[in-house]
């Protein structure tokens, strides 16, 4: 692992441990050359998932991106960092369980308003009011109107 301060390729493990349910390896590391520590987590990846947008752009499914999305839609809600990231990790494994490598933006917001819906109502609105766009206030009183009839 390169050291992300100085660049040196030989770091060392000072410590590893489960992390994240045990989907995960926190490893503690030390680069010998700057004296920097650093944390790093290495977690299984059943395949590579190629996100298709809305315009026909491919591009590599990237886990931050998602977990960014996630993290700002539960902002200011009853939500450890420890949760959303389970929460991040069993979004991923749905979509690494697609029938198809490639998965479609939509098919991505589909999931996560769904998972978001059954975790917190106020996170799922928010979620959807960026990603159908909600441009006024009725846009949101008809999707709560919808929500009601759910």
């Known amino acids: 692992m390169r050291c992300p301060n100085c660049g040196h390729a030989e770091t060392q493990v000072k410590d590893s ?25 290495e977690r299984v ?38 949760r959303m990231e389970r929460i991040v990790n069993g979004i991923q494994r749905r979509l690494e369980t697609e029938p198809e490598a490639e998965v479609g933006s939509r098919r991505v917001g589909e999931i996560v308003m769904e998972t978001l819906r059954d975790i917190d109502q106020v996170a799922y609105v928010r979620f959807a ?13 008809q999707f709560l109107g919808e929500m009601d009839k759910q």
């Open 129 to 141: 009011s960026v990603y159908r766009n909600f441009t006024e206030a009725k846009d949101f009183q």
């Open 17 to 41: 441990r489960p992390a994240e349910d045990a989907a995960a390896i926190r490893r503690r590391r030390f680069c010998p050359a700057c004296g920097l520590r650093f944390t790093t987590f």
């Open 45 to 82: 990846q059943l395949r590579d998932i190629t996100v298709v947008k809305s315009d026909g752009q491919r591009e590599p499914f990237d886990r931050e991106k998602l977990a960014r999305s996630v993290r700002i839609a539960l902002r200011k809600r009853p939500f450890d960092e420890e």
